[in-house]
C-alpha cells in the first residue's frame, strides 16, 4: 500500500514562489503516474499536473502552463510542483495522488482523469494574498 506525504504549502504574496514535494513510501516499483490536483473551499477537486513513471511526459492544466512545473525524482521516491507566479485564484489545497493506470501515459490524446489516481496524500495548504 503506497503512502503519499505532501508538504511544502504556505501562505505567500501574490507573484511568489512556492515548492511542493510529495513523498512516496510503501512501494517497491517507480511504475505509476504522480499528480498534482488542488481543491479550493466550495469547489471540486481538479487537476493541476501529471508526470509519467521516468519523468519525460508532463501534463498541465491551462490555468497553470508556463507558471507550475512538475518533476519526480525517482532515486528520493518524491515527487514536485515548483509554482511560480503565484495568484490569489491560485488558493487551495493542494494533494499529490499517484496512478499505476496512467504510468506511461502521454497524454497527447486523453489528459489525465481523476478517477485513475488510486492513491492519494492528505493535501497541503497553498494560500496566496493579494
Known amino acids: 500500500q503506497m503512502q503519499l506525504v505532501e508538504s511544502g504549502g504556505g501562505l505567500v504574496q501574490a507573484g511568489a514562489s512556492l515548492r511542493l514535494s510529495c513523498s512516496a513510501s510503501?512501494?517497491?516499483?517507480?511504475?505509476?503516474?504522480m499528480g498534482w490536483f488542488r481543491q479550493a473551499p466550495g469547489k471540486e477537486r481538479e487537476f493541476v499536473a501529471a508526470?509519467?513513471?521516468?519523468?519525460?511526459?508532463?501534463y498541465y492544466t491551462e490555468s497553470v502552463r508556463g507558471r507550475f512545473t512538475i518533476s519526480r525524482d525517482n532515486a528520493k521516491n518524491t515527487g514536485y510542483l515548483q509554482m511560480n507566479s503565484l495568484k490569489p485564484e491560485d488558493t487551495a489545497v493542494y494533494y499529490c495522488?499517484?496512478?499505476?493506470?496512467?504510468?506511461?501515459?502521454?497524454?497527447?490524446?486523453?489528459?489525465?482523469?481523476?478517477?485513475?489516481?488510486?492513491?492519494w496524500g492528505q493535501g497541503t495548504q497553498v494560500a496566496v494574498s493579494s
Open positions: 495522488a499517484a496512478s499505476s493506470t496512467e504510468a506511461h501515459s502521454s497524454w497527447y490524446l486523453v489528459r489525465p482523469d481523476i478517477k485513475n489516481y488510486d492513491y
Open positions: 510503501g512501494q517497491t516499483s517507480t511504475d505509476y503516474a
Open positions: 508526470v509519467n513513471w521516468n519523468g519525460y511526459s508532463k
